[in-house]
């Protein structure tokens, strides 16, 4: 049996010295048959020679990975959708990382803000009336009865009914700010942020226009031009009704987009800034919100970014919003 131990230990160990040589003094190569089929490399090459492409950037392996810090914004007009501008945002700003727990967190806290919590039913004691004994306890050959205000009676007051209550739940102010830029980061990754130029509106025809000023248009006739002419245009942008209807932000009421909004709201919806929260983000196909409105949100919601401590007489703040590049 020693003898047997001795013998396997040494088969082991000689096995384990194959194995660390090279797979050249291992086992020789054999050619391949075949023509124009791929053989694994034996040796790897140099690490600084190993370099990665990504388009136009070239970055070798042994620098380090620098982190994007700023995306580009492009600024059209609307309805033409020219490029007018370009702009570079902090990717704390528009390039977040998708978090569903914050926004679900952030949606939750709405919904449960905006109900009104304000359904109430009388109980046994609210009920106007007498609450004089009804009848004997005994001696009738009937049901025992109490007041008329019993629950078990017609016209009684309602047993474990619905209160008065306040619905609303709390959620920290920075994890909520965090859910407004990861909503509009969601987006911007998608592709389905759309920046236009201050003074979002819909140019409606300049003939249009007169004729329904001097009153000379019928109501119908009149909102169903409106509602022909923003489905034309939504149909031709890609922007309606089979492509998951748009969100328009504008910073005030706009008259014709808002009215069209209105008419023709089977294409889309149109919010002013104070009326918005993180759900209307997260609703529709795409939100086109003009410029200074989008810096107006996200210098609202930024509390995460600035800190309330001052160092040497300086309080850190967050990143700048939308530095121009191309005017």
């Not at 709201?265 to 993180?278: K, S």
């Not at 410029?291 to 850190?316: P, Y």
Request: hydrophobic content about 35%; charged content about 25%.
């Amino acid at each position: 049996m020693a003898g047997k131990g001795v013998k396997s230990l040494a088969e082991a160990m000689r096995g384990l010295s194959i194995a660390s040589q090279t797979c050249r003094t291992a086992l020789p190569i054999r050619p391949s048959p075949l023509t124009g089929v791929r053989t694994m490399a034996t040796e790897a090459p140099a690490v600084s020679n190993i370099t990665t492409s990504v388009g136009d950037i070239t970055r070798s392996v042994d620098q380090p990975w620098q982190p994007l810090t700023h995306v580009p914004v492009t600024i059209y007009s609307f309805p033409t959708l020219e490029p007018k501008s370009l702009e570079s945002w902090s990717t704390r700003h528009l390039h977040l990382p998708l978090r569903r727990d914050i926004l679900h967190l952030a949606v939750v806290y709405e919904g449960d803000k905006t109900r009104q919590g304000t359904a109430q039913a009388k109980t046994r004691w609210e009920v106007a009336g007498s609450h004089r004994k009804m009848g004997p306890q005994k001696g009738r050959g009937m049901a025992r009865r109490g007041t008329r205000q019993s629950p078990l009676l017609r016209g009684g007051g309602k047993s474990h009914g619905p209160r008065a209550r306040d619905f609303s739940t709390k959620l920290n102010r920075k994890v909520y700010d965090l859910a407004w830029r990861t909503a509009l980061s969601y987006r911007y990754r998608r592709g389905e942020l759309i920046v236009t130029e201050d003074g979002l509106d819909l140019p409606l025809p300049d003939d249009f226009l007169q004729l329904a000023e001097a009153g000379l248009l019928q109501r119908d006739l009149e909102d169903g031009f409106v509602r022909k002419y923003m489905g034309d245009i939504m149909q031709s942008l890609g922007w309606g009704k089979e492509n998951g209807r748009t969100t328009f932000v504008t910073g005030d009421r706009r008259t014709n987009l808002f009215t069209a909004a209105e008419i023709a709201g089977e294409q889309g919806r149109a919010l002013e800034l104070d009326d918005v929260d993180v759900k209307d983000l997260l609703e529709t196909g795409r939100i086109v919100i003009e410029r200074q409105a989008l810096r107006e949100m996200i210098k609202m919601h930024s509390s995460d970014l600035e800190s309330r401590i001052f160092i040497n007489g300086v309080r850190m703040r967050g990143p700048p919003l939308g530095q121009v590049l191309v005017p």
